[in-house]
């Protein structure tokens, strides 16, 4: 009977006892009521009246997978993006949302379409460092209810159509030419201001023609 008992006493105190890591919380329940957050280390629990859900602090890499996009001046392309959170509120994010890593990265799909859609396709070009900060303030914006904190959105892949890259590489390759032939056109009228000069030169001192 001693026995049983004593296996009865181990088995409460491995069931009562959590570590906790550094990196972790623990949010606990009490008969299905939230009670707060423990951790980190060690932690007792009320065997069978508590429960612990384990909720990481650590920064989440999440792609966000690549979708077809229209851009604002009607240009069909591929766009792929990363973004980068931390849960700041671990009882938001356990009470508040089913799944959040699903949410999120739901919600980073919408914005990232609906913002790109807002832009032309040189201005998403020229100004990507604009269109991540308007993207990582919106979606910071609905996750922030969830205990989430959104710290950066980057477009990593942006595909054009075949012949939208034809039609660049021919508009680039124009005004290269337009360039070379300005330079040239630069250089012509500086050596023809030289030898007016030195015709100038010459004509009020023959002697330098010698």
């Not at 049983?4 to 570590?19: D, G, N």
């Not at 919106?138 to 990593?156: L, N, P, R, S, Y």
């Not at 030289?194 to 023609?209: Q, S």
Request: aromatic share 4%; net charge neutral.
């Amino acid at each position: 009977m001693t026995y049983i008992i004593i296996l009865a006493v181990i088995i409460l105190l491995a069931l009562s006892l959590r570590v906790v890591k550094e990196y972790d919380r623990g949010v606990i329940f009490f008969l299905g009521k939230c009670t707060g957050v423990r951790g980190p280390g060690l932690i007792i629990l009320i065997p069978i009246l508590e429960q612990m859900t384990s909720v990481t602090l650590r920064t989440i890499t999440m792609n966000i997978p690549s979708q077809k996009i229209i851009t604002k001046d009607n240009v069909s392309i591929d766009i792929a993006a990363v973004a980068y959170y931390h849960i700041v509120d671990p009882e938001k994010s356990v009470v508040k949302i089913e799944n959040v890593y699903n949410a999120v990265n739901q919600i980073s799909q919408t914005t990232v379409r609906n913002i790109v859609g807002q832009f032309k396709l040189d201005e998403l070009l020229s100004q990507t460092t604009d269109v991540n900060v308007k993207i990582k303030t919106v979606i910071d914006k609905h996750t922030e209810d969830w205990g989430v904190q959104v710290t950066a959105v980057e477009i990593k892949d942006i595909i054009l159509p075949d012949n939208m890259q034809r039609a660049m590489a021919k508009e680039a390759e124009a005004e290269r030419e337009r360039r070379a032939k300005i330079v040239a056109a630069e250089g012509e009228m500086q050596a023809s201001a030289k030898l007016a000069e030195a015709a100038d030169i010459m004509e009020k001192h023959p002697v330098a023609l010698q």
